[in-house]
Structure formats: structure tokens, C-alpha cells
DNA sequence: GCGTTGTTTCGATATTGTTGGAAATGTGAA
DNA sequence: TTCACATTTCCAACAATATCGAAACAACGC
């Protein structure tokens, strides 16, 4: 992963209608939900939603399938632990034991 | 961990230099190092540094320390790691078994 | 086809974040 | 005390992002 993609992934998440869909679809993974069921939940008006998942599926955090008339939205798994590894990557110079161990 | 500070501490890292300032924290914890050496390190112009730590340590990824002259940063990992976990929370709606399990 | 429903794009506005020079603050050394 | 150095605050220009109504687009049932 790169700098930029890590920065995309994580500006994606700092905003908080959109933290709180990933979550939303993170609790229901890996079924994942369709946009309609989200912004209800997250009592989000529909162009305002669209932003908001474009964001997500831009930065590789969800991933998208049509299904009919529905578009099904998944959180992608791979995409944050990738942004995980990249956050604690090279930990401690490479000796994460100078860390508490119990946190890693 | 509140939704509140976790946009906060995303909003943090989600910028570039704020994201190389982190990174290079992480690399050299648990010792940390003084804003001097950051900014030399990073080139980043020492109010452009100032304002972007002062952001990490608000957002509770970085704590200082007075040391004489000058004021040592470092990366607090139960920042990092509480972050994480807000992210990962209820995955799968608590049977965790459904994302693959290697990857966590 | 035609109406209905789900989703996205467009556009205009408001808000917030980034940057770095100049100046101020704080600390230690001479 | 005076100087030098490290860091922060202040400020103003600039750039990027959030919001949501109206309209457009897409897919299904009749």
C-alpha cells in the first residue's frame, strides 16, 4: 500500500456519516447491505449517501454489486487491514517487542 | 472509544504529512523524537509541523514531552490501537468467523 | 410502452482544513 | 542580562470537502 492510497482510505473514514456506514457494513459483513437499507438506517438523504459510498468504494474500503433495480454495498475486508499494515508497519525499527506486547 | 474521537484521530492521519509524521514516530518508538529532527527529517516548515502535531497530539496518536530547549514527540500505540479496534468492532455482527480468518 | 422505485449526477452554497511568513514565547548558555 | 536556539501562535490567502434539492438515469412490473 501505498502513501496515497493510505490517505484516501483514511479520509474516507474521518468523516462521520461515512465511519458510521463502513461500520454499519463492517456489522454486516460479509452479507453486506443495499444503499436504500443504508441510508435508511443512517437516516441519510439519497444523493447525499451516494457521496458518501462513492468515497468508500473509491478508496477500496467497500466494494459494489447491482443486483436489479438494488445496488449492494460490502465493506471490504482486505482493504482495511491493508490500511492497518500500513499504519503499523516497521513498528519500533522492526523491534516491536520495544513495544507493549499485549498491544500488538 | 467514542465515534467522535475516532473521526478525530482518522481526520488526523488522514494527511499527508500529518501520515509521514506518524509513521516516522511509529518507526522510532518507543524513543520518539524532538520536533526539531521531525521537521528536518520530513522538511516541513516549523509552523506547517507545529500545527500538524499539534493535531496527532489532540487527536491522541502522539504525546510530548518537554526536554529542556526542545519537546520530544511520540506515537501513543493505545491511540493507534484503540482506533483500530473501533474500526474492526462487531465485525460480521460478532461471528467474526464469516470474514476469513486469516486475515484476522 | 408507462409508471414506479432505487440510485446517481449536477449544481450551488456553506463550511472546514492547509500553508508558511512574521512575530511571540519559552528555555538554556555565556 | 543578553543572546541564541527551539517551538508555538497569529494571521490571511487559498484549496478542498459536505450537504441536499432538483433532475437524470436505470431496472423492474404491469
Not at 24 to 43: F, W, Y
Request: proline share 5%; with cysteine.
Amino acid at each position: 500500500m501505498k502513501t496515497n492510497d493510505a490517505v484516501t482510505a483514511l479520509a474516507a473514514l474521518a468523516q462521520e456519516s461515512r465511519l458510521a456506514v463502513f461500520r454499519l457494513l463492517v456489522r454486516n459483513a460479509p452479507d453486506g447491505l443495499t444503499a436504500g437499507v443504508i441510508g435508511e438506517q443512517l437516516a441519510l438523504p439519497a444523493p447525499t449517501l451516494s457521496f458518501h459510498l462513492k468515497a468508500l468504494a473509491l478508496a477500496g474500503l467497500v466494494t459494489t454489486a447491482q443486483e436489479g433495480r438494488y445496488v449492494r454495498y460490502r465493506a471490504e475486508m482486505a482493504g482495511i487491514n491493508a490500511l492497518i499494515g500500513f499504519l503499523t508497519d516497521d513498528c519500533c525499527g522492526g523491534r516491536p517487542g520495544l513495544c507493549s506486547p499485549k498491544d500488538w
